[in-house]
């Protein structure tokens, strides 16, 4: 798993100057929208980390032509994971530039807090994550999306792959999308004030599909199941031995979304 960003947005129209006979064309701003997204999870995963139980997990988001910016957030309702993320509540931002019909570059930030953080056991109440993903189309309806992110706080990047495929389901107005992702992490400094540093090094991947259903014009329930699995993961601190990361671990997360554009 995404992260206060608060912009002013100026609707403009702009036309083309003419001469006197001339026809004015006048050229459509970007329009803007807002997308509320409820959602809730069976378990919340993170990177390959269990960091809660049965989770709500509500997302806001503000759309104006190609920029995004939103609030995406996490409430573990049972099982919460002490002094990790009890609440997060993350703002985030991106804009894609489109290079041609097969090629998009998406340059974008995450701000991760977590307000009940324990800062003694040496946990962040905050982070942040600029981050880019170039997807691009393949020739059969399959989408793939390299991403790199590097998280400023904890000294380290973040390496991701996700491919993504849907099948159109005619008879009954909707699709199956399916998900596979793989990616790698190596942290410097993830442990808030120890010396010498903790390194974290981990590695994740996820295999899922979800359904959506429109029903209403605006909205879109959506219903999916996922697998996920953090590999490889250890702390690493000099003069000691490495230690194995108790939150990487292997679940399965059902997740009901409801989604309401307006």
């Known amino acids: 798993m995404n992260k206060k960003i608060i912009l002013t947005l100026t609707l403009l129209t702009t036309g083309a100057l003419t001469l006197p ?19 809730f999870v069976s378990q919340y995963m993170f990177r390959g980390q269990r960091l809660g139980g049965f989770s709500f997990e509500p997302n806001i988001e503000v759309d104006y032509g190609h920029l995004g910016v ?3 957030s996490n409430f573990p309702l049972n099982a919460k994971v002490h002094g ?43 982070t942040f994550e600029p981050n880019i993903a170039v997807p691009f ?19 380290g990047p973040t390496y991701e792959i996700t491919a993504a495929y849907a099948v159109a389901l005619k008879d009954i107005g909707s699709e199956l999308d399916f998900t596979a992702t793989y990616g790698d992490y190596v942290f410097k400094d993830a442990a808030k004030d120890a010396s010498p540093a903790v390194k974290q090094v981990g590695t994740y991947w996820l295999v899922g599909a979800a359904m959506p259903f429109q029903v209403a014009k605006d909205a879109k329930l959506t219903i999916g199941f996922a697998y996920t699995k953090g590999e490889n993961a250890y ?16 679940r399965g997360v059902v997740t009901v979304s409801y989604a309401y554009t307006f």
Do not use: C, H, M
């Open 21 to 39: 006979g001339q026809t004015v064309s006048a050229v459509a701003a970007p329009s803007i929208s807002a997308t509320l997204t409820p959602a």
């Open 70 to 72: 939103g609030i995406w």
């Open 84 to 126: 990790v993320s009890d609440p997060e509540v993350d703002p985030y931002v991106y804009y894609t530039i489109k290079a041609n019909d097969t090629v998009s570059i998406v340059p974008g930030a995450t701000l991760y807090t977590f307000p009940n953080a324990d800062t003694g056991n040496g946990f962040y109440r905050t």
């Open 137 to 155: 189309s393949l020739p059969g309806g399959v989408t793939l999306t390299p991403k790199a992110y590097y998280d400023v706080v904890l000294d």
């Open 235 to 250: 702390f690493k601190q000099v003069g000691i031995p490495k230690t194995g990361n108790p939150l990487a671990v292997g």
